[in-house]
């Protein structure tokens, strides 16, 4: 059964005759005839009785047609809906970020983008990178924002802005008093080794930015106390204000107003690591133009910052 069959079903069973039928649907009374039979032929019922020139429903043909004019609607309905959907009007976006950008993109983002399309449903996942990769591996998420370490040949990245890698220190630490300009570095330098004997916050074992702490600590042979492990940078931060060590994380974080004047990035090695921030997705995901949208917003307001 077609939904041009139901159709001409339908206009049949509305006009009582094929001729006015077949003349509003733009094909021959035979070729409806034929139609009609077909289908009958199909179903095993008789749809219509003939009385004179008028084609009048049986009891199946009746329950054919209330059937048929709820189908055709729902057709027409989904057909709509995936229209709006493409021309991103509605629909629904999944996106995910780390959790030290929960203010940026709840205050900066998702508003101008509301203003945009305040139709389209937004889902938001604040996670670790880790978590992040999975779920966009799972098509769990539209987009991420990752600070990458890694490129998955799987994804599409598009950078957004350089983080550097800091260590993250209590404002008033003595250490701090060692700070050097050096130049090339955007904040004081104190070699890692100075730390040696600090309290040190990491992240869980599967995360990028643990990976590396480790690699920074056995370059440097030390091997720091480091009694706290936690899900998120935003944590570590939090520990860091709250004068329970140091962590080594990204430098935009500690810039923001919630760490401002109580952590002081460092510099701590020779050589500063820069990771790309990008805006991620799966290479296999389709972009609707909401979804290009929100990405342009993304950038406009990351790249501001």
């Keep these: 059964m077609t939904d041009r069959t139901m159709e001409c079903i339908v206009r049949v069973a509305e006009t009582r005759s094929i001729a006015r039928a077949a003349q509003s649907l733009y094909i021959t009374p035979s070729a409806l005839s034929r139609l009609i039979q077909n289908q009958e032929r199909e179903l095993g019922v008789r749809l219509f ?20 004019k709820q189908m055709l609607h729902m057709q027409a309905s989904m057909e709509e809906e995936l229209r709006r959907i493409s021309r991103g009007n509605e629909g629904k976006i999944r996106l995910g970020f780390p959790m030290v950008l929960s203010s940026v993109v709840t205050e900066e983002i998702i508003p101008v ?16 990178t880790a978590s992040l990769e999975r779920q966009l ?5 539209d987009f991420a ?26 404002a008033g630490h003595p250490l701090l008093e060692k700070g050097q300009k050096r130049e090339g570095m955007d904040y004081p330098y104190i070699d890692i080794r100075e730390f040696g004997d600090e309290t040190f916050i990491v992240l869980y074992p599967d995360q990028s930015l643990r990976r590396y702490s480790e690699k920074v600590f056995k370059t440097y042979d030390i091997s720091p106390y480091v009694p706290i492990q936690v899900h998120t940078v935003d944590t570590s931060l939090r520990c860091v204000k709250n004068g329970l060590g140091v962590t080594i994380t990204y430098d935009r974080p500690v810039l923001g107003e919630h760490y401002r004047g109580k952590i002081v990035p460092v510099c701590f090695e020779e050589h500063t690591g820069r990771w790309p921030m990008c805006l991620v997705r799966h290479r296999d995901h389709e972009l609707t133009r909401s979804m290009e949208a929100l990405r342009r917003v993304c950038e406009e307001v990351l790249q501001k910052r």
């Design 49 to 68: 009785d003939r009385a004179g020139k008028s084609f009048l429903p049986t009891q199946a043909g009746e329950a054919y047609v209330r059937w048929g």
């Design 113 to 128: 983008f509301r203003k945009q399309y305040p139709h389209v449903e937004l889902v938001l996942a604040e996670s670790a």
């Design 137 to 141: 591996e799972e098509y769990q998420l």
């Design 145 to 170: 924002i990752i600070t990458a370490e890694r490129f998955l040949d799987s994804m599409i990245y598009e950078p957004l802005l350089e983080e550097q890698i800091v260590l993250a220190v209590p």
